[in-house]
C-alpha cells in the first residue's frame, strides 16, 4: 500500500509540473498583453494541457485517500487571516503573479467551509467568531469567550463562571500541551483574545474603556489584565503581537516614548516579568525585531513580545517604509513561536492570526489587503517546513468575509488592482471595488457623477477603492469562509459546517478538551 501511494505521489507530482511549470510568471505589477501571454505559454492553448492537469489532480486525490492520516496529532496550529474572504485569496493569486498561481495553503489536501454568522446577527465580527472557532460556541455580536446568555456591554454576565466559554488553548494546556499566541494586531485585539479571555465588550482592552462604559474595573477585568493575571493567559509560553498601550498607565511611556491608556497605575509587563521570576522559570520580554533575533528559544520557556504601540505594520508598508529591521513580519514572529514551543515533549496548540488583512479591507486599501495575505501565506509555509504532517495538524481559515468584488472582464493579464474596462458611460472601472465603506468618492462626485478613475493613482498603497454605499469604514461579509487543512486527520475539514465545529475538530484530532 506504501509504495502504491508514494508511486502515485510521484505521477502526480510530475504530471502537476508537466503541466503548470510555466517556468517564469509576470512579474506583479506588470501585465502582459494577450499575445504575448499566447506565445510565452502556449501550452495553455492546447486540450491536452488541460487534460494532463486533470489527471494529475486525480492522481493526487486518489494517493489523499489512501494516505489518510489517523494519527493522534501532537501540534495544532490554527492560523486565521482575518477577513480573508474567498475573494481575497482568488485576488492574491493574481498579486503573486497569475491567475493560475496557488496561495500556499491552497495546495493542502482537505478544504471545506464555514459558516460564519454570530448568534443575533447574519454578519459577523472578529469576536462572536473567535469564540466559535476557538470555543465551540456560538455567542453574541461584540463578546468574546462567553456565551449567547451574555449580552454586549454587560457588566457582570461575563463574571458568570457558567457563561463562560473554554478556548482550545485552555483545552491544551490542561492536557498537558504548551499553547501560545501570534498576531499582527493588539494581543489585546478581538482575534487573539478570543484564546484566553472572557469579556462582554471587545473593545474593554483596558480598565479605561471598562470603566468609561460604567462598569467597575476592579470587578469588570479588562482584557489586558486577563492575559497577565488569569490562568490560560499566565501559562500561555508564547505571546507575540503589537499594543503596549493597554499594558501600561498613562503615567509610564513605552520604549518609542508613547504614554499608555490605562488609568490603574498598572504596568503589565513589568507584572508578567514578575510572575515569572517568582515562578522560577526562563521568561525574556521584547519590544523590537533586534530583540527577538537575540532570544534563544532552547533557553526561553515564556516569550512576551509586544513590537508596537497598538498595530504591527502592513507587511507592504514594511517594504515601502524600509521598517524591515525594526518591525518583525508575521512570518518572523512564526518561526519564533514555534521554536520555542517545540521544545514541548507533549505538544503545543498556536493560534497565529494575519490581522490586518481585515483592517485594510476597512479602509478599502485592497491592495495592502492582498499583500498581508501573501504574507500570511508565507507564514504558513514556514509553519508547515519547520513542523512534519506526520504529527503537526494545521489549519488555515477566516473568521469572515468582506465586500470586495472581482468584477468586469478584464484581460487575464491586467493587474488584478488595476483597471478592468470602461462602462456604458464610457468611463474605466476598477476590477477590484467593494459594496461599501470610505471610497466611495474616490469613484464618484457630485459634480462630475462617476468620477475618471487613472491607472496611475491606483499603484499607490493608499488609495481607497471605489463603492457602491458611502460609510465611514467598511463593512464584513456574511459569505461562508474557506477552511483548508494539512496533517492528521485533515480529512475532519472537507464539508460545509458551524464555524463553531472547527475547534471540536481539531480537539478530536489531538484528543483534548471535551471532545477527546
Same mark, same amino acid.
Request: net charge negative; with cysteine; charged share 20%.
Given at each position: 500500500m506504501a509504495r502504491k501511494v508514494i508511486l502515485l505521489l510521484f505521477i502526480a507530482a510530475w504530471l502537476s509540473a508537466s503541466v503548470s511549470g510555466h517556468g517564469d510568471h509576470p512579474v506583479p505589477g506588470r501585465a502582459l498583453d494577450g499575445q504575448t501571454y499566447a506565445i510565452k505559454y502556449p501550452e495553455e492553448q492546447q486540450t491536452q494541457y488541460w487534460v494532463d492537469k486533470a489527471q494529475a489532480k486525480i492522481l493526487s486525490k486518489l494517493a489523499e485517500a489512501q494516505a489518510t492520516n489517523t494519527n493522534k496529532a501532537k501540534n495544532v496550529i490554527l492560523f486565521l487571516g482575518d477577513g480573508m474572504s474567498v475573494h481575497t485569496v482568488t485576488a492574491t493569486r493574481n498579486l503573486? +503573479?497569475? $491567475? &493560475?498561481?496557488?496561495?500556499?495553503?491552497?495546495?493542502?489536501?482537505?478544504?471545506?467551509? $464555514?459558516?460564519?454568522?454570530?448568534?443575533?446577527?447574519?454578519?459577523?465580527?472578529?469576536?462572536?467568531?473567535?469564540? &466559535?472557532?476557538? +470555543?465551540?460556541?456560538?455567542?453574541?455580536? +461584540?463578546?468574546?469567550g462567553v456565551n449567547a446568555n451574555v449580552t454586549r456591554y454587560s457588566c457582570d454576565a461575563a463574571q458568570y463562571e457558567g457563561n463562560q466559554v473554554l478556548s482550545i488553548a485552555q483545552w491544551a494546556q490542561a492536557a498537558g500541551k504548551d499553547a501560545g499566541l501570534v498576531t499582527t494586531a493588539r494581543v489585546t485585539h478581538a482575534s487573539p483574545a478570543g484564546v484566553y479571555a472572557h469579556i462582554a465588550d471587545r473593545n474593554w482592552e483596558n480598565d479605561w474603556e471598562v470603566a468609561n462604559r460604567g462598569c467597575d474595573p476592579e470587578q469588570t477585568i479588562d482584557i489586558a489584565r486577563q492575559l497577565v493575571e488569569q490562568p490560560v493567559g499566565q501559562g500561555l509560553k508564547v505571546i507575540l503581537g503589537g499594543g503596549r498601550q493597554m499594558f501600561i498607565n498613562d503615567t509610564f511611556r513605552d520604549e518609542e516614548g508613547i504614554p499608555g491608556l490605562r488609568n490603574d497605575g498598572r504596568h503589565l509587563i513589568n507584572d508578567?516579568?514578575?510572575?515569572?521570576?517568582?515562578?522560577?522559570?526562563?521568561?525574556?520580554?521584547?519590544? $523590537?525585531?533586534?530583540?527577538l533575533?537575540?532570544?534563544?528559544?532552547?533557553k526561553t520557556d515564556y516569550l512576551l513580545g509586544l513590537f508596537a504601540t497598538s498595530h504591527l505594520p502592513y507587511n507592504g508598508d514594511r517594504i515601502r517604509k524600509r521598517s524591515q529591521l525594526a518591525?518583525? $513580519?508575521?512570518?518572523?514572529?512564526?518561526? &519564533?513561536?514555534i521554536r520555542v514551543l517545540s521544545k514541548s515533549s507533549e505538544g503545543f496548540f498556536l493560534f497565529v492570526e494575519g490581522a490586518r488583512i481585515d483592517m485594510a479591507h476597512h479602509d478599502t486599501y485592497a491592495r495592502r489587503s492582498l499583500e498581508d495575505t501573501a504574507e500570511f501565506a508565507n507564514a504558513v509555509k514556514i509553519a508547515r517546513e519547520l513542523t512534519s504532517d506526520e504529527d503537526t495538524l494545521?489549519?488555515?481559515?477566516?473568521?469572515?468575509?468582506h465586500v470586495m468584488s472581482i468584477n468586469g472582464y478584464p484581460e487575464r493579464t491586467q493587474d488584478i488592482t488595476g483597471l478592468a474596462q470602461n462602462a456604458d458611460d464610457g468611463l474605466p472601472y476598477t476590477t477590484l471595488s467593494y459594496a461599501n465603506g470610505p471610497g466611495y468618492y474616490n469613484g464618484y462626485n457630485r459634480v462630475e457623477g462617476r468620477a475618471k478613475l487613472k491607472a496611475k493613482s491606483l499603484d499607490d498603497a493608499d488609495y481607497q477603492y471605489p463603492t457602491l454605499v458611502p460609510l465611514d469604514a467598511e463593512t464584513h461579509g456574511g459569505d461562508d469562509v474557506a477552511v483548508y487543512a494539512s496533517g492528521p486527520y485533515a480529512q475532519y475539514f472537507s464539508g460545509t459546517y458551524e464555524q463553531s465545529n472547527i475547534p471540536a475538530l481539531m480537539a478530536r484530532a489531538a484528543g483534548i478538551g471535551p471532545y477527546a
Open positions: 503573486l +503573479g497569475d $491567475s &493560475a498561481e496557488q496561495v500556499y495553503f491552497e495546495g493542502f489536501p482537505y478544504t471545506g467551509l $464555514s459558516k460564519t454568522y454570530c448568534v443575533n446577527r447574519q454578519v459577523a465580527d472578529s469576536a462572536c467568531t473567535a469564540t &466559535a472557532y476557538l +470555543g465551540g460556541v456560538k455567542a453574541n455580536y +461584540g463578546t468574546i508578567w516579568l514578575e510572575q515569572k521570576k517568582e515562578a522560577n522559570v526562563s521568561a525574556n520580554y521584547v519590544w $523590537s525585531r533586534k530583540g533575533s537575540l532570544v534563544d528559544p532552547e518591525d518583525p $513580519s508575521l512570518s518572523e514572529l512564526t518561526e &519564533a513561536a494545521i489549519v488555515v481559515t477566516a473568521d469572515h468575509a
